[in-house]
């Protein structure tokens, strides 16, 4: 992709939404990706840090919905630096391994940036 992104979609997080039930969060963003997948909506780039990176490490509940993002056309990108702190380095399954530049650069330069 060439330019800047329309739509950055900003996974910080393996939970959607804030709350005192983890496996609910869990639950509500592999809801959220699984939706956004059947419905079609592509964002040009995903990136994820924080605990965000663990939803593209082997044995994420999401796997399948980010490779059919990638395969779809979207730039999947975790924080090198968070992958590292929560020793994912080795486990990524779904997408590349990226830095704070090409994240912060994605979320300054996109029409729409949306965190789920």
């Known amino acids: 992709m060439s330019g800047a992104p329309k739509l950055v979609l900003s996974l910080t997080s393996d939970q959607m939404g804030h709350g005192d039930d983890?496996?609910?969060g869990r639950l509500?963003?592999?809801l959220f990706l699984h939706t956004i997948v059947e419905a079609g909506h592509v964002p040009d780039k995903v990136?994820?840090?924080n605990t965000g990176?663990?939803?593209m490490a082997e044995?994420?509940?999401v796997l399948e919905d980010l490779g059919a993002l990638v395969k779809a056309g979207a730039d999947v990108g975790g924080c090198g630096t968070c992958l590292k702190r929560y020793d994912?380095?080795?486990?990524?399954a779904v997408g590349r391994v990226s830095n704070m530049g090409e994240i912060a650069a994605a979320l300054m330069s996109a029409e729409k940036v949306v965190t789920p």
């Open 28 to 30: 509500l963003m592999r």
């Open 59 to 61: 044995g994420s509940p």
């Open 53 to 55: 990176v663990f939803l």
């Open 22 to 24: 983890p496996d609910l």
């Open 88 to 92: 994912l380095m080795g486990r990524v």
């Open 47 to 49: 990136v994820l840090y």
